[in-house]
C-alpha cells in the first residue's frame, strides 16, 4: 500500500486488489483522510471482506431493490407509490449517480439528509424518506457489492432538528354529527357517518361490498386504494365491528345504498363500479361538510381519531379499542390517537393501558 503527495497538492493512496491483482487507487485532500483510507481497505482484506471496486450506482441498487418489491404481493399500491415518490424527489437526484463502493455515511448526511432539513421536511418525514435508500444498500450487502451500510451510521439525533409535537384534530360526538348533518348527499352522509360510527380507515369504507354490511355490525374484508382492491392494511385490520348505537342510522342508509347489488358489488362505487378515490370523496364531500359545519378541514384519519376518543368516553377497554381500531398493539391506540389539550378520554385510556403493561 502506497500513499504519496502529487504536485496539485493532494495525497494519492494506493493497493493492491487481492481479487484482480490490480492496483486500486484514490486521491484525499488530506494526507490523514488517505492513510485512514488505506487502513480500512487493510483491514477489510485481511478479514477477507474486501470488496471489489464497480461501476454500480446508488441509482442502480435503488432501481434493482425497487424491482424486487414490486413482484412483492404482500406490498400494497399506495406503498409502492409512496417509495416511488421518494426516490424520484429525495435520493436519486441528490446520490444517485455516486458509485455504491465510494458511498459514505458523510455523504448521505451532507447530500441528502441535510438537504431536507434544509427543505423544512419534519424529521418524521425524513425518517420514512430515507427507507427505500436503507433497504436499498442491505440488499447491496446481502448481494455482495458493498461490505456495509452506511445508513446504520447516522447520527440521526444529532443531523434531525427535535420534533415538534402537533396536536392531531379531532372532533367531539356532537361536533360530527354536524359534519354528517351537512354532508351534500345522502351517499356522502352514510360515508362520514360509517367512519365517524365505526373507526374504519378511508381504504376500508371504499372497500366494504354490500355482503360486509351487517344490520348492526361491519365486516372489514378488503380494502380499495388507488382505485384497486386489496387485502386490510394487516392481520389485525380484519375484523367485524360493532356500530356504535347513536351511529345505526347510517349503517341503514349504507344498507339502503347497497340494496339491490350483487353481494360482491362495492357499496361506494363510481359509475364503472370501481372503487371511488378517497381524495374526490374527501374533496366533494368531507370538505364541503366540514365548511358547512363551520368546522376545519381536515383529513379522514380525524374522524377515526374521534371515533378513538368515543371509545375511551364510553369506556372500552384497551384491548377491545385496538381490536376494534384494527390495530396490532395496544400503544398504537393510546399513543397515535391523543390530542395535546389534555382530554379526560385520552388520560383514560393511557391509565388503562398503564394497568395492563
Known sequence: MNLYRRKSGRWLASYKDPTTQKRRSKTFRTKREGEVWLAERHADIARGEHVAPSAVTVGDAVEAWFADLETSASVRPATLDAYRGDIARHIVPHLGSVRLTELTTGMIEDRMVRGMVADGLRPTTIRKVSVPLTRSLNRAVRHGLIRSNPMTAIEWKEILPKAEKRPKPTFTERELRRIID?????EARAFIGLIAGHGLRVGEVLGLRRKD???????VAQQASKGRIG???TKASERVIPTLPDFVEHLDAARTLAAGKDDEALTFADRRGRPQQSGNAQSLWLWPAQDAAGLPRTGWHALRRSYALM?????????????????SSIEMTADVYQRDSGAAQVERLQRAVGRQA
Not at 354490511?213 to 365486516?219: D, W, Y
Open 311 to 327: 371509545l375511551a368516553d364510553r369506556g372500552v377497554s384497551p384491548i377491545d379499542a385496538r381490536d376494534l381500531m384494527g390495530h
Open 213 to 219: 354490511l351487517g344490520e348492526r355490525s361491519i365486516e
Open 182 to 186: 351537512a354532508a351534500p348527499s345522502d
Open 231 to 233: 387485502s386490510p392494511k
